[in-house]
């Protein structure tokens, strides 16, 4: 007998069917590990209006590659903006930091360009601008205008104030040498320090031509100034004729500065002309007072020192120094009158640096106990205008430096006009004080003396003898003449004279051979003698 | 009383003697003689003639082996020894440059010869000895000055041999000035 053995099996654990749902679960699993992992994230976007933003149609572009895409646009809680709910690609995640922008870019038409016309028919997008910052900013503020300079673009950004709001306007060209290399890209106006405020874009390579002596300046409109030489018109070019501009270099004579880094602020001039005016960064304010008239001094007046121009005269401090001498207890005192004036190195072809202030300021310093003071001269003759000079006057007293109102005082000394009409009053209060009466009396009988002297001389001069006179005296020299001409070596007396001394000169010569004889022969004149015979001459 | 008196007039003839006589000798020129008319000389004029003090006696002078100076007694000038060395040199200086010299005083604004005549005698050896010196002037600036010393042989024994060189010696002289007698050439 066949005995059969029962196959032995386990029961069935899971039904086939099974296979399916697992199937569509781990199918769920992996599209959802797929779309986070795809998925990019949601951001909301911050607009001042919804115009050009439309719900599933507007995108985000960045390089013109689509970015995301505006799935829900609603007003934000204060009814005073919109929010854009974007949903990013995945790949548009590390575009996302703190300095991030957006703006919708739509058809533009302003005074200088044209831009955006693409859009008109396929409509609005956002643009993206990445930025730098901290990631994972998900709400960000749209920019009003598109930036001027795009993101990232190598240059350097400066910041630029001026006392009021100048022709410049966002959009407009910065200028060096006419040559456009940037661009204004923001103008703000602050109530606080009551100035306007640019910031400024130069592209590379033209960053280099900044530095710390570059000076800026409004080239906008056109400029027309009157002058001995006629008319001068300035203008740029069209543009900024019509929008305005900003130009910059370096003023002639200053040297090139240090490199500058993003944002340093700089002051933007009304024009070039003013640049040229004061052309230094760098200088230090002293205050010189006047016992004296100063009538001819204006604010802008040169300071000088030997000729060279040092500096300006900023204000007469006049107001100040009314209230100082209220304080003080001066008043009715005639104290002298107060001159800010304000010196630069670099007009002495120093750096215009901040040591070069320092350096200037130790050397007046050692100055003044040398003898160096300010002085007010005359400019011009003709109208009266003054300036403050500055020298070295060895014989001056001692003055110290001083202070007044926190300005470091130079001490001043009266010369040139001033001096000489000082000198000048001195001189006549001298002559006042002569006994000119006196002398004039004096005088008068002095006048009537000779007037009466000369009376009498006339008289002795018109009497009948004194006319006769000079007859008489030609009368006589015509007799000495004669007689002179009677001794000539050609008339007979002195012929006559000639021919005694001749004669006499003999007998002299006689006299003295006689005389000679009788020393010699004492009885010679009685008896006769001998004469020596002579010594005859022999030939040899 | 008579006898007496006879007596001294004899004694006084008695000593009486016969005086030499002295010769005179006359400084003058040799040149030849001649009338007509004297050409002035617009450039220069005689000025003063300067005689040595011991030279200036009447005495012909010689110099003894001792070195002396004697004038003598018998052998006289004629004239004043200034007047006949003027003369002679001027006439000598005539007849060289074929120009009379005016007195200074007479032509005032010409070059003025002025001559010092410092020896002028008979040596021991037997010569005729002159040294002389003469400078042109104008005004008181001296243009130029020279010297003149030579001394000539005489050609007999005796006084007027002596005169005779000496003048031969003072027409050396005057050619020697004749011959300084030029204008100075102006410089600009």
């Not at chain 1, 797929?34 to 998925?39: C, D, G, I, K, S």
């Not at chain 1, 003044?368 to 400019?379: F, I, Q, W």
């Not at chain 2, 001394?151 to 020697?176: F, H, I, M, S, W």
Request: glycine content about 8%; hydrophobic content about 40%.
């Amino acid at each position: 007998m066949t005995t059969q053995q029962a196959d032995i099996s386990q029961g069935r654990k899971l039904s086939g069917i099974w296979i399916i749902p697992l199937l569509a679960l781990v199918l769920g699993i992996y599209m959802v590990i797929h779309n986070y992992l795809t998925e990019g994230p949601s951001i909301d976007i911050a607009f001042k209006t919804a115009d050009g933003l439309a719900a599933g149609k507007t995108k985000i572009k960045y390089r013109n590659v689509d970015m995301g895409l505006v799935e829900e646009v609603r007003l934000n809680e204060g009814l005073d903006g919109v929010i854009a709910k974007v949903k990013m690609e995945r790949q548009a995640l590390p575009m996302l930091s703190e300095g991030t922008r957006f703006w919708v870019v739509t058809a533009r038409i302003g005074l200088g360009n044209i831009s955006g016309l693409d859009t008109l028919l396929s409509g609005a997008y956002i643009q993206i601008a990445p930025g730098e910052g901290v990631k994972g900013k998900r709400d960000f503020v749209a920019l009003e205008q598109p930036p001027l300079t795009p993101s990232g673009a190598p240059g350097l950004r400066v910041h630029l104030t001026s006392p009021k709001a100048a022709s410049v306007s966002a959009g407009d060209a910065v200028l060096f040498n006419g040559y456009k290399v940037g661009r204004v890209e923001t103008m703000t106006f602050e109530p606080d320090d009551r100035k306007a405020h640019y910031a400024l874009f130069i592209d590379a390579p033209y960053h280099e031509l900044v530095d710390s002596q570059t000076r800026f300046w409004d080239v906008s409109g056109i400029s027309l100034s009157a002058g001995a030489d006629g008319f001068k018109l300035d203008t740029g070019s069209m543009d900024t004729v019509l929008l305005g501009g900003v130009g910059f270099g370096n003023p002639p004579g200053v040297g090139k500065g240090q490199p500058v880094e993003n944002n340093t602020e700089f002051d933007l001039y009304p024009s070039y002309e003013d640049i040229l005016k004061n052309p230094f960064r760098n200088g230090t304010h002293y205050v010189v007072s006047f016992a004296q008239s100063i009538k001819g001094l204006s604010t802008g007046a040169p300071v000088e020192y030997r000729g060279l121009t040092l500096g300006r005269v900023e204000r007469i401090l006049l107001k100040e120094s009314l209230e100082y001498n209220v304080e003080q207890d001066l008043e009715g005192e005639g104290t002298a009158i107060p001159v800010l004036i304000y010196l630069e190195p670099g007009r002495l072809e120093l750096p215009d640096i901040p040591a070069s202030v320092d350096n200037m300021r130790a050397s007046i310093e050692t100055g003044v106990t040398n003898g160096m003071r300010a002085s007010l001269e005359t400019g011009s003759l003709l109208t009266g205008a003054k300036y403050v000079n500055i020298d070295y006057f060895p014989n001056a007293e001692e003055a110290p430096m001083g202070d007044f109102l926190g300005y470091t005082t130079i001490p001043s000394i009266e010369t040139g006009l001033g001096q000489i009409e000082q000198k000048l009053t001195a001189v006549l209060d001298k002559i006042n004080a002569l006994p000119l009466e006196d002398t004039v009396a004096s005088a008068n009988t002095t006048i009537i003396t000779l007037n009466s002297t000369l009376a009498s001389l006339d008289t002795i001069l018109e009497s009948q003898g004194m006319q006769q006179l000079p007859q008489q005296l030609d009368s006589t020299l015509q007799d000495l003449r004669s007689t002179l001409e009677g001794l000539s070596p050609e008339s007979e007396m002195y012929q006559s004279l000639n021919s005694s001394l001749l004669r006499l000169n003999r007998t002299l010569g006689n006299m003295e051979s006689l005389t000679r004889t009788l020393s010699r022969q004492p009885n010679a004149a009685l008896l006769p003698s001998t004469p020596t015979p002579d010594i005859i001459p022999e030939v040899k | 009383m008579r006898v007496a008196s006879l007596l001294l007039v004899v004694l006084l003839s008695g000593c009486a003697s016969k005086a030499v006589e002295p010769s005179y000798y006359l400084m003058r020129s040799n040149h030849a003689l001649g009338s007509g008319q004297l050409t002035p000389s617009r450039d220069f004029a005689m000025g003063k003639v300067v005689i040595a003090s011991y030279i200036d006696q009447r005495g012909l002078l010689m110099e003894t082996q001792d070195g002396e100076i004697r004038a003598a007694q018998q052998n006289l000038w004629a004239e004043p020894v200034y007047e006949g060395v003027r003369n002679q040199i001027l006439v000598a200086i005539r007849a060289a440059k074929g120009e009379h010299l005016l007195p200074a005083d007479l032509n005032r604004d010409a070059i003025v010869l002025d001559i010092r005549l410092d020896q002028l005698h008979g040596t021991n050896d037997g010569k005729a000895k002159v040294v002389a010196y003469w400078w042109l002037r104008q005004g008181k600036e001296v243009l130029a000055a020279y010297k003149f010393a030579e001394v000539q042989p005489l050609a007999t024994d005796g006084y007027a041999a002596l005169v005779n060189a000496e003048k031969a010696l003072l027409d050396q002289l005057a050619g020697r000035i004749a011959a300084t007698l030029v204008v100075p050439v102006q410089q600009d």
